[in-house]
C-alpha cells in the first residue's frame, strides 16, 4: 500500500516562498493527486490538484501563487508556494483526488507570519 510523507514546510515571512513536497513509496503515478491543508478552526479543503495526465487545478484563494507539479518516475509531487499570506496557515498534506483516499501523512506545517 502506498505510504505518503509530506515535507519542507516551515516558518516564512508574508510575501516569502516555500516548496514542499509529497514522497510516495509505492506507485501513484496513475492517480490524479492533490496538496489538501487544514488551518486551526477550518475544515481541511483542496488546494491544488494534477491528473495523472499533468493537468492542474487550483482553489481560487491560491491561484497564481501556487503550483502543482509531479515526477511520476520519483513518485514525489511538488507544492511550489510564492507570495505566501498568514491565511496559508496550515497543515498540508497530499493525497488522491477520488475516493478510496490513501492513509493519511503525518502532513506538514506552513507557518506564514511576520
Known amino acids: 500500500q502506498v505510504q505518503l510523507v509530506e515535507s519542507g514546510g516551515g516558518l516564512v515571512q508574508p510575501g516569502g516562498s516555500l516548496r514542499l513536497s509529497c514522497a510516495a513509496s509505492g506507485i501513484f503515478g496513475i492517480y490524479a493527486m492533490a496538496w489538501y491543508r487544514q488551518a486551526p478552526g477550518k475544515q481541511r479543503e483542496i488546494v491544488a490538484s494534477?491528473?495523472?495526465?499533468?493537468?492542474?487545478n487550483y482553489a481560487e484563494s491560491v491561484k497564481g501563487r501556487f503550483t502543482i507539479s509531479r515526477d511520476n518516475a520519483k513518485n514525489v509531487m511538488y507544492l511550489q508556494m510564492n507570495s505566501l499570506k498568514p491565511d496559508d496557515t496550515a497543515v498540508y498534506y497530499c493525497n488522491r483526488v477520488r475516493a478510496p483516499l490513501l492513509p493519511w501523512g503525518q502532513g506538514t506545517q506552513v507557518t506564514v507570519s511576520s
Open positions: 494534477v491528473t495523472s495526465g499533468g493537468s492542474t
